[in-house]
């Protein structure tokens, strides 16, 4: 029964007691992305901004990064926000918060490899979702950023159930869930769902994580999960997966969850694919010189 397994997974979460608190920035964040105007978010960041000391030295930090080729780099958090953009600063801002939560010294799964697929698919998420009418851009590069969030939850309470799955995904050139249910019976959907109702995020984010990879049991906010699964599979299709070959290559169209937006948005119909995948790539290049800088390295890419 899936919802007493769930509640298995659940209970295990609920009960580790190195599970991370939520970061005390990142509710307001999310809130203050999923609302106000540009104007008003530009002062509300740098007040959040404000709060963590080792968050503003990062933001700091990037703004003055050959990136972005300045001759005299901002020496004021609102400089840098200014700088850098908005949307990027929030992007830092939240990777900071998580990357506090969750730090990253056992990680089983390269974080690197980890933020480059989570920012790669936020980024293709907004950027699908402006290709639809009347869809929330924002709430979609959310849900894009935090869809995968279990992996964190693996890494930190399952690690070595966790490297068990990486190690079969990588040998066999297996979809990482699919390794994951092999080998442990559970996958990132089930601990990312329990951290996220921890967390207490809005319910259609928590709907994302929890069924990205089966948008089938999705009830509420099946186009939003349906978004997100295509924009992961167009991470993975275009090297910003989870550090290794997968062998069946996705075709999006042929994909359920291309008929269930298709239901709500008819936009999709006349959708030219290749001229989009195409240009995404300039934003996957953006995504890797983003990470590059954040974590000062930049490993292969698959
Ligand atoms: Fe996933
Ligand atoms: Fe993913």
Known sequence: MITSFTATIRERVQRIETMPAIPAVFLPLLKLLGGSTEEARVDEVVRLISYDGSIAAQCLRMAGSPLFGLVQPPTSIKGAVITLGLRRVE??????????????????????????????????????????????????????????IGFMVNCLAFSKEFATA?????????????????????????????????WKMADDVIEVIAHHHAIERSQKAQPLVALVHLSDLLCRMRGLGYGYYER???????????AILLKDYHDLEGMDLARFTFELDEGVEEIHALVATVFGSAPART
């Open 91 to 148: 992007t830092i801002l939240l990777t900071c918060c998580l990357g506090q939560a969750f730090p990253a010294k056992k990680w089983v799964l390269d974080p690197v490899v980890f933020w480059r697929h989570s920012l790669g698919c936020a980024m293709v998420c907004r950027k699908f979702s402006e290709k639809l009418t009347n869809t929330d851009r924002e709430k979609a590069y959310m849900a894009g950023l935090l869809h995968d």
């Open 166 to 198: 990486m190690a079969l995904a990588f040998q066999e050139e297996i979809p990482l869930d699919e390794a994951e249910r092999t080998t442990m019976g559970f996958t990132h959907c089930e601990t990312g769902q329990a951290l996220a109702e921890k």
């Open 248 to 258: 069946h290559k996705a075709d999006l169209i042929s994909d359920p969850a291309w």
